[in-house]
Nanobody, 124 residues
Framework: QVQLVESGGGLVQTGGSLRVSCAAS????????MGWFRQAPGKEREFVVV????????YYADSVKGRFTISRDNAKNTVYLQMNSLKPEDTAVYYC?????????????????WGQGTQVTVSS
C-alpha cells in the first residue's frame, strides 16, 4: 500500500513558476513508476508526465514539454514537478499517482495509487 500526499500548489501569474511535490509512504518507492496528472473543471483527468522508478526515464505530454520538469529523490520518497512558463491553461488540480512497473504509463486507469491533489491556478 502506498499513500501519496501532494503539496506546493498555489496561485501564480502567467509566465511564473511553481514546484509541486508528492511525498510517498512505504519502503519500496524506487520500484514505483510515478506520474503527474491534472484535471481542470469540467474536463477529464489529463496525463502530464511520468518518471521511471530509477528516475532515468521520463515522458512528457506535448502540452508541457520544455516547460515542466519531473524529478524524484528516492532517498526522500518524493517526486517533484517543476513548472515554468506557466499559462492560464495549466490551471487545474494536479495529482500524483503511483504504480509498480518498469514502463511508462499515461492512462490514469493504469495507476493504483493517487494523492488527494493540489490546486494550481495561473492568472492571466
Amino acid at each position: 500500500q502506498v499513500q501519496l500526499v501532494e503539496s506546493g500548489g498555489g496561485l501564480v501569474q502567467t509566465g511564473g513558476s511553481l514546484r509541486v511535490s508528492c511525498a510517498a509512504s512505504g519502503r519500496t518507492f524506487s520500484s514505483y513508476v510515478m506520474g503527474w496528472f491534472r484535471q481542470a473543471p469540467g474536463k477529464e483527468r489529463e496525463f502530464v508526465v511520468v518518471i521511471s522508478g530509477s528516475g532515468g526515464s521520463t515522458y512528457y505530454a506535448d502540452s508541457v514539454k520544455g516547460r515542466f520538469t519531473i524529478s524524484r529523490d528516492n532517498a526522500k520518497n518524493t517526486v517533484y514537478l517543476q513548472m515554468n512558463s506557466l499559462k492560464p491553461e495549466d490551471t487545474a488540480v494536479y495529482y500524483c499517482a503511483a504504480r509498480a512497473g518498469v514502463i511508462r504509463y499515461t492512462d490514469p486507469h493504469e495507476y493504483n495509487y493517487w494523492g488527494q491533489g493540489t490546486q494550481v491556478t495561473v492568472s492571466s
